[in-house]
């Protein structure tokens, strides 16, 4: 069930579609992906404690590797989840940095509720502007996106390595990396769509934090392979423990698997928290990671099995020097002929109803 509901935000009045189906409806959710700003609600903090998937694949790398071992948790968020998990796996000393003034307010009452204040070294600020003497022996941290890097990873652990942590430091995660296959958004809502209710608070302090309403990146939850119509490829490639690249360009082919329509790509990560593990897929399972929807055509374009779509992705450090801007380029070729569409998701997007999938999220605006 769809409804219209104006934001009460500064600046133009506008309409937002909002889905108020029940969580246990079984449909797919559509939600802003904005973890690369500071838009986090006790509601997204309790996904990400409560979420198992993501849970017992950072326990198992800290049980490896965090014994003995001095370690730093960046962004460690409200309840210090990997801080607390490496002092239970038997850090010898633990440091957490929290950048956002509610988080870190809200993470030192959770320490100090839990008695952990004697035994982890809180600190408020960004992990790009604190210093650490003696340098830590390992890293844990979680500052990856629905897009692997679109949270700063890339900048913020390569900067980490070179200034927080010794030569042989380990960090966790291990690997990320974020595939793209081809799919089509009119497909997965064929019944139209809006914003699921609950993420609304999200969607308003992303628009504040911007300055005014904008585009901002789509994530949808409960969906899987299914969406994908094409095979799928690997676009970004981070590598923590490796040549960690905070710039790329790549250019990939993706061939449709079956008959059906194509109007942009999914992005989704598979994330290593250690080399021997299994991966955390946020395609496959439900975790707070979600897909991220990329519109390239205006409209759906029918494919059959074996026609191609040749993807480009790139991506470079915005002007804050941490947070990448991506490019996305397409080129499908079926028997109808070759269709070409783009597509920017920038760190700070500045426009509104861009493309014909935002007109309908936003169907009014007014300057009031």
């Known amino acids: 069930m769809f409804a219209q509901r104006r934001l009460e935000i500064p600046g133009p009045s506008f309409d937002v579609v909002v889905d108020e189906s029940d969580w246990d409806s079984g449909s797919p959710q559509l939600w802003p992906s904005v973890g690369m700003h500071p838009c986090y609600d006790e509601m997204l903090y309790d996904f990400m404690t409560m979420d198992e998937v993501r849970n017992l694949a950072y326990r ?61 070294d809180l600190r408020h600020g960004w992990s790009t502007e604190i210093s650490l003497d003696p340098r830590v022996e390992m890293c844990v941290s979680e500052v990856i996106g629905d897009i692997g890097g679109a949270e700063g990873a890339a900048a913020i652990l390569a900067d980490a390595r070179r200034r927080l942590t010794t030569p042989e430091a380990m960090f966790v995660p291990h690997l990320c990396v974020t595939f793209a296959g081809a799919a089509c958004f009119a497909d997965i ?29 789509l994530g949808i939850s409960g969906i899987g392979p299914e969406a994908v119509i094409s095979d799928h490829k690997p676009v970004e490639v981070l590598e923590f423990n490796g040549n960690l690249a905070v710039e790329g360009d790549s250019t990939v082919t993706l061939t ?67 947070h990448p801007d991506y490019s996305l380029s397409g080129s499908l070729r079926t028997a109808q002929g070759v269709a070409t569409g783009e597509h920017d998701v920038p760190y700070r997007p500045v426009g509104l109803r861009g493309r014909p999938v935002y007109e309908r999220l936003f169907p009014t605006v007014s300057e009031e």
């Open 60 to 120: 198992e790398a800290l049980r490896q590797l965090a014994p003995g071992r001095t370690v730093l948790d960046i962004g460690t968020g409200r309840d210090l989840n990997w801080a607390v998990e490496a002092l239970g796996a038997g850090a010898r000393r633990v440091t957490a940095v929290e950048g956002m003034d509610e988080t870190y307010r809200m993470a030192w009452e959770h320490a100090e509720r839990e008695g952990l204040l004697d035994r982890i």
């Open 189 to 217: 809502f064929p019944s139209g769509a809006g914003f699921f209710a609950d993420s609304l608070d999200l969607l308003t302090q992303a628009f504040t934090v911007l300055g005014g309403p904008c585009d901002v990146l």
């Open 256 to 322: 449709a698997q079956r008959d059906g329509r194509v109007d942009g790509v999914l992005l989704w990560i598979q994330l290593w928290c250690s080399p021997d593990g299994p991966p955390v897929d946020s395609l496959h399972e439900r975790t707070n990671w979600m897909p991220a929807y990329v519109p390239l055509f205006d409209e759906p374009r029918e494919v059959a099995a074996g026609d191609v779509l040749t993807l480009g992705f790139r991506y470079k450090p915005s002007d804050d020097g941490i």
